[in-house]
Every structure is written in C-alpha cells, then in structure tokens.
C-alpha cells in the first residue's frame, strides 16, 4: 500500500492531463472542474495524506467545484452571446408574398428577406390553395420547403364597419 501512496502523484498527473484534454475538446466546464479536483488531490498526496484519503478529497473538491463554480462560469460564458436568430429560426414569422399559387403540394413565394422559396400550405389547412400576391407568413420549414400560411385578416372594430 507504501507503493501506491508513494506514486499516486503520477496517476494524478496522468489523470490531471486527461481532464485537461478532453475539455479542450469539449469546452464545457465539466472536465475542468474534474482537473481542478485532481489538482486538490495531487497537493493533499504531496502533503502526506494516503492515497484513499487524495481519493476522497479529489472527489469532494471536483463535487464542489461542479455545483458552486461552473454554473456561474457557464452563465457569463452564456452573457455574451448573440441574441439575434439564425438560419432556419431566424425565417420562422417572416411575412412573404405567394408569387405561383401554392396548395399542399407546392407553389412558390417570396420571403421578406427577398429569398424565393418552394413554399406549400399546412395539409390540414382551411385554404386549399393560395393565390398570386397574397400575403403569408412562414411558419414551418420542412426540408427546404418553407409551410406558409396566409396573414390573417382581421375585421373591422365594432363602430368602423360598412353597412
């Protein structure tokens, strides 16, 4: 048992080494913490303890460092980021007109953005087919065919209607 405490700091090297790689890779924190926590175990080695109670401490300290340290690491990383949409989320709502009539089983449209797209209406959709120049809203898109369905037209307010 001398022997294993004796030479527990190069297992903990290695170990150390291998955490430090594998969040390289995959940059999430967790690995980090895993690394820190072996660090901890490797001094409490190189101050006397045996090599069951390194084990403990290591454990102990990554544990601590998983719950109270890389949440709020995560959450600044997080701060920064660009809140604008993209790709496919950033086409989802965008107004559009149907320029070939578009059923459930195609036509084309152009969206606000100006891209022209193979469109085609929900199949359990109440208007069968869409006509040239009306107005839709993408909704879906499925593949690369954007599902459109038309703006709603809403009715006049109660005192503005035409008798």
Do not use: C
């Amino acid at each position: 048992m001398d022997v294993i405490t004796e030479y527990a700091w190069i297992a903990w090297l290695v170990l150390i080494l291998v955490f430090v790689i594998i969040e390289i890779l995959s940059l999430e924190f967790t690995f980090l913490m895993l690394a820190l926590g072996g660090t901890v175990g490797l001094l409490s080695g190189l101050l006397g303890a045996p090599w069951w109670l390194q084990l403990l401490i290591a454990a102990a300290a990554a544990l601590l460092l998983l719950l109270a340290v890389r949440p709020p690491l995560l959450r600044a990383l997080q701060r920064g980021a660009d809140p604008a949409k993209s790709n496919v989320d950033a086409l989802l709502g965008m107004p559009g007109l149907v320029l070939s009539t578009v059923t459930p089983h195609g036509g084309q449209v152009k969206l606000g953005n100006g891209e022209v797209w193979t469109a085609r209406t929900p199949h359990d959709s109440p208007a069968s087919s869409l006509e040239p120049g009306t107005r839709i809203v993408l909704s879906v898109v499925d593949g690369a065919t954007a599902v459109v369905v038309p703006v709603p037209t809403h009715p006049a307010p109660l005192g503005e209607q035409k008798e």
